[in-house]
């Protein structure tokens, strides 16, 4: 079974920055769209960027030049790096992705990691 597991996050000064990880594991699966969500406390959950499988990317308005999304196929990690963070960047994050395994597609989502921007 494919198992998506987040890394990275923690507590951080506005301004500073961080890097998330998403580590895919578990079996034969390709994974074509891998996205990263978050979600405040209080909010609903919303999409901050995906990457395609020819490394397109696409951003949230409210990220757009700070944050950058990549991948590594080789071995099938996703990547944040997120920079000048902001108080309102605080939120769980999370990572998803469209797998094909065992004949199927499916959407897996990891379990989050909290991302606090405080001073």
């Known amino acids: 079974q494919v198992q998506l597991v987040e890394s990275g996050g923690g507590l951080v000064q506005p301004g500073g920055s961080l890097r998330l990880s998403c580590a895919a594991s578990?079996?034969?699966?390709?994974?074509?769209?891998w996205r990263w969500y978050r979600q405040a406390l209080g909010k609903q959950r919303e999409l901050v960027a995906h990457?395609?499988?020819?490394?397109?990317?696409t951003y949230a308005e409210s990220v757009k030049g700070r944050f950058t999304i990549s991948r590594d196929n080789t071995k099938n990690i996703l990547h944040l790096q997120m920079n000048s963070l902001k108080p309102e960047d605080t939120a769980v994050y999370y990572c998803?992705?469209?797998?094909?395994?065992?004949?199927?597609?499916?959407?897996?989502w990891g379990q989050g990691t909290q991302v606090t921007v405080s001073s």
């Open positions: 990457i395609t499988n020819d490394d397109s990317a």
């Open positions: 998803n992705a469209d797998r094909y395994s065992d004949g199927a597609w499916g959407s897996i």
């Open positions: 578990g079996g034969d699966f390709t994974i074509t769209v």
